[in-house]
């Protein structure tokens, strides 16, 4: 069993950045692959971004790649996600999620642990 705890949103305006964690505890952290999905209100959920159980490997949402960054580390049981030049459309519920294998994907039903999430809200 994995519990996943968010934490790091709030209320910023376009252009601004935000860095948010996701603190583990639990069993076997360090061998989840760990991914950051989103969810906007009347929107079904949204992939962001995974990092496979090292580190090594980062996988992300075409539309995000070059202004999101996913890490971890795992001596502090936690993955993070930099996000930075947020935009409007970036508002949602931001939630991690952690898989019983090593390896990341951009599929919500290949995650096992799921967090409660974190409000980011973009004002224009």
């Known amino acids: 069993q994995v519990q996943l705890v968010e934490s790091g949103g709030g209320l910023v305006q376009a252009g601004d950045s935000l860095r948010l964690s996701c603190a583990a505890s639990?069993?076997?952290?360090?061998?989840?692959?760990m991914g950051w999905f989103r969810q906007a209100p009347g929107k079904e959920r949204e992939f962001v971004a995974a990092?496979?159980?090292?580190?090594?490997?980062?996988a992300y949402a075409d539309s995000l790649k070059g202004r999101f960054t996913i890490s971890r580390d795992n001596a502090k049981n936690t993955v993070y996600l930099q996000m930075n030049s947020l935009k409007p459309e970036d508002t949602a519920v931001y939630s991690c999620?952690?898989?019983?294998?090593?390896?990341?994907?951009?599929?919500?039903?290949?995650?096992?642990?799921w967090g409660q999430g974190t409000q980011v809200t973009v004002s224009s």
């Open positions: 639990g069993r076997t952290f360090r061998r989840n692959a």
């Open positions: 990092v496979d159980w090292i580190g090594r490997s980062t």
């Open positions: 999620a952690a898989r019983a294998y090593s390896g990341g994907s951009s599929r919500p039903d290949d995650y096992d642990y």
